[in-house]
């Protein structure tokens, strides 16, 4: 589970990190995604969530991923329901509170097609931090005494070598590819993020291959303006794409709120019969499209005026 | 978990000026302290730490799992999780999710704030499974903060009272309480922390000392001690001298409802 440290340092040797132009395609970046990776998903819940590129995994009929993420929103639904990912790592798994528990969540799990690999949320945050440490542990003082302890794998208790305390200790977590969505980057990858970080930059530190979705790309004389902003390092990024409302139907920061009303949609057509209802879902959003564009436009354009309004809102008085 | 909860005594039949998550609220509230530093879940446990900021709290510092210090959320714009760009409305700072859990594990967090979908006696908590964890009947989302929240701060737990979710044993224990009781939950690793308040719609409960068993505090106006026991699926002892809480005011009840015009927490 644990990644050996000098192949960690090998797969990094290996990787092209000069200051170079890595800007692509939606589908030239799934290339860079081979069946059965690690994943990691920026963002938390239905926030930053890196949804165009998977949406453009979905759509390349990748297969066999295991993918982890602080907590997971309707995007481990659409994992589960394409057979991107039969097993998601995460410490939360539904829609949102507001629209109660997952009903394909419940539907995969339950009938046993598919795993939820169940951690605290510091432990999701701790290993993806020593996997960016480059040590192979954390200690940390939860999920002790609890039942999620027991069915983690790979998680075990010592006795501290000062103290004499028992602490947990939670393995790093490595991730083969990270896919980030942020507000903006250069060419290069270097990303400036705005607002909540989530466990975003450790995330892009612990993995072995960084794909950045962003809202815009801007010049990389813009980002030297301002270099204490930039939260991710052009040396760990591999590509970037931009795309637009890439978060949608998820939150972006400063620039649109959840698109609600289809947050409601996606409940209604998955609360009766979830297998059919993703079905649908996938084959109205994911694969009937003939663009990303087209993907929004299905969406609806009085969604989107109404995420975004609310959505820069935040910056106002 | 088949059994449907029986009410005996509706406590809001004689007072139907609030629904019963108001009234969670309203009794949550109260119990949050000017100048404390609550963590606090989406839902009764956010509605409860504005009201409490609003009031008798003016000094009161959220911290919210997505990363967010002291924030002053927006009537009527409440987030729909933690996470989202509304949390951080005003805040004073912006960490990362690791980061703010980190501080909960430094010791800078005085209140644990949650609600709960199952509780046992010693005041654990589950939101994973209903059933055998090996094939649920029902697979909850999960932890989330909570497990961090419950193992590492003085804990209020905000809940409908009912006898489904008051059980003898939780099916699983997603959120340590005091484990099997007595020290056993310094035994398992952690020596901090530990359930402070259960606030129900029928009461408020504490824990004994020694025992670490659940016991009831106060009850709310016109609760009879028949009902706790009508509801709760273990032994929860009433003192006789049981304290009888004061039913909400109107502007605690009023500012709820500028909080959440939707009803989206207060239905």
Known sequence: MTQSYLDLRQKTRERDRSLRDKVMSLEEAAKLVPDGASVALGGCTASRTPMAMLW??????????????????????????????????????????????????????ESHRATFEEWSHMAMGLRYRAGAMGVPFMPMRSMMGSGVVDRA???????????????????????????????????????????????DIDIAMAANRVILTTERIVSNDQIRRHPDQTKIGFFTVDAVVEVPFGSAPHECYGLYEPFYSHMDLYAQMTAKDPDKGAAEYLERFHYEPKDWADYLSRIGMAELLDAQRRGSGIYDD | MTTEPVRTAPPLAAVPAYTASELLAVMSARLLKDGQTVFAGVGIPLLAAILAQKTHAPGLTILFEGGVIGPFVEAGKLPPSTNEQRCTRRANMLVSITEVLLMLQRGYVDVGFMGGAQIDRFGNLNSSFIGDADNPKIRLPGTG???????????????????RRFVE???FITSPGFVDGSDSRARAGLPAGGMFRVVTDLGIMGFDEATKAMTVVALH?????????????FELPVPADVAVTEVPGDVELAILR???????YTA
């Open chain 1, 56 to 109: 453009a995994l979905i759509r390349a009929r990748k297969t066999g991923l295991t993918v982890s993420r602080s907590i997971m929103s309707t995007e481990g639904d659409l994992l589960y329901a394409s057979g991107l990912s039969r097993h998601i790592i995460t410490s939360w798994f539904s829609q949102g509170i507001v629209w109660g528990v997952s009903k394909v969540m419940r539907a995969y799990t």
């Open chain 1, 153 to 199: 794998p790979g998680a075990r208790t010592m006795e501290c070598p000062f103290t004499g305390e028992t602490l947990l200790l939670v393995p790093a977590l490595n991730p083969d590819v990270a896919l980030i969505h942020v507000q903006r980057c250069d060419a290069y990858g270097n990303a400036q993020l705005d607002g909540l970080s989530f466990m």
């Open chain 2, 145 to 163: 903060g909570g497990n961090d929240i419950a193992s590492l701060a003085d804990m209020i737990v905000a809940m409908k009272h009912e006898k």
């Open chain 2, 169 to 171: 044993k939780v099916d």
């Open chain 2, 221 to 233: 106006p016109g609760v009879t001690p028949q009902a706790i026991k009508d509801n709760t699926g």
């Open chain 2, 258 to 264: 500028e909080l959440d015009p939707a009803r989206l």
